[in-house]
């Protein structure tokens, strides 16, 4: 039986940690016409939940203003659920979707694309535009849910998504190519650790920047070599770690001080990726580099079917793992998403409800 209310994880406003309500009285939502309803085993936490928490989005003429994803065009309102990284069972369908769905075991796509075409000009996620997995249950549309046959578990599953999708649209966007070379920052975070894999899936050489004790964790994921983003002298350490190779790409989400270092590093002709900046938003550009040096740009956040779709395919093939460094239960979502903005790990943090994992975390 499906039950009228639950237990969920509410977004109140704009804010700190006490922005986030958890609460055993949501109503369990209802399926519209091509929905499915999706009892929750697990869900993913991200940076750009935090961010949208925080509101830390900035506008084009004030970096430091309050502001949500969709800069200008917000489709966020309170209370909101956010989670985008869900995994769960199908339990109920709505209108123009089989019966015979109810059951299947889905990995969601949380893109909201708004278009028929590859175009991402307009699009949103589950979990900002409409309530996602920081719950028992979710209404999500029947076609961003995926069935997945596969040993990983639950937990394992629901790291994947955010990370892995945005990766691999970061490596699209730069075209990467069989034995070019990579330069990834934030190597030890979710995106970061992703694209080291994913590097290796499309056959290119990935190489890391990390902060100290994450040296070998990502070296065992894949990276060619690690160095350490704090190094007195970047150029010469870079130099070191490549051993006299060009950098084709880098693949940034630091952004900050090292932006600047990143595309000195480029060869004539490199390309720069970014879909994150934890070390900072606003850089410095110097206009020279860029036009001299032939660079190219790019911009990305989330990405296309297409590269959903290739994800799957790594995930059912084994050529991506998914990195859970740990799993706590929705009712200690605050420690949880503590210890994410920590950056104290390799890989991504998961939450599952209260029900299919009791009290102890892991």
């Known amino acids: 039986m499906i039950p009228t209310k639950m237990k969920a994880v509410v977004l109140t406003g704009h804010g700190g940690m006490d922005k986030l309500v958890y609460r055993e009285d949501v109503p369990v939502p209802q ?40 800069r200008g065009r917000s489709t966020l309102s309170f209370p909101r659920i956010q989670g985008a990284d869900i995994v769960g069972r199908i339990v ?5 979707v089989p ?6 075991r889905v990995i969601v796509d949380a893109s909201i694309y708004n278009r028929e075409d590859d175009s991402l000009a307009d699009i949103d996620y589950i979990g900002h535009g409409r309530d996602g997995g920081y719950a028992e249950y979710t209404a999500i549309p029947a076609e961003n849910t995926h069935a997945i046959d596969t040993d990983l578990s639950d937990a394992e599953l629901a790291t994947f ?24 920052t934030g190597a030890s975070g979710g995106v970061g650790s992703a694209i080291v894999q994913l590097c290796r899936a499309r056959g290119a050489i990935p190489y890391a920047v990390v902060s100290k004790g994450k040296e070998q964790a990502v070296r065992d994921l894949g990276a060619e070599d690690v160095m350490l983003r704090d190094s007195g002298d970047f150029a010469q350490e870079l130099a070191r770690m490549m051993n006299g ?51 190219q740009l790019n911009g990305s956040s989330q990405g296309t079917r297409a590269a959903f779709a290739r994800v799957l395919d790594y995930i059912r093939s084994g050529k991506i793992r998914p990195v859970l460094a740990a799993t706590y239960p929705l009712s200690r979502f605050h420690e949880a998403q503590e210890r994410f903005m920590s950056k104290t790990f390799v890989g991504n943090i998961v939450v599952v409800p209260d029900r299919h994992l009791g009290a102890a975390a892991s």
């Not at 109920?92 to 123009?96: E, N, P």
């Open 31 to 70: 399926c519209g016409s091509g929905e499915v309803l999706i009892e929750v085993a697990a869900c993913g936490l991200n940076n750009t939940d935090v961010w949208v928490r925080q509101g830390a989005y900035g506008t084009e003429d004030d970096p430091q203003a309050v502001s949500t994803w969709r």
């Open 92 to 96: 109920a369908v709505g209108a123009d």
């Open 99 to 104: 019966e015979s769905r109810i059951g299947e």
């Open 161 to 184: 998504w955010c990370a892995y999708h945005t990766g691999e649209q970061m490596l699209e966007r730069a075209n990467v190519q069989a034995g070019e070379t990579v330069l990834v």
């Open 245 to 295: 190779r060009p950098l084709d790409v880098a693949a940034d989400l630091v952004g900050g001080e090292m932006f600047g270092k990143l595309l000195n590093a480029l060869r004539p002709e490199g390309r720069y990726t970014t879909a994150g900046a934890i070390g900072g938003p606003v850089v410095q550009l110097d206009l020279r580099t860029m036009y001299l040096k032939q660079l």
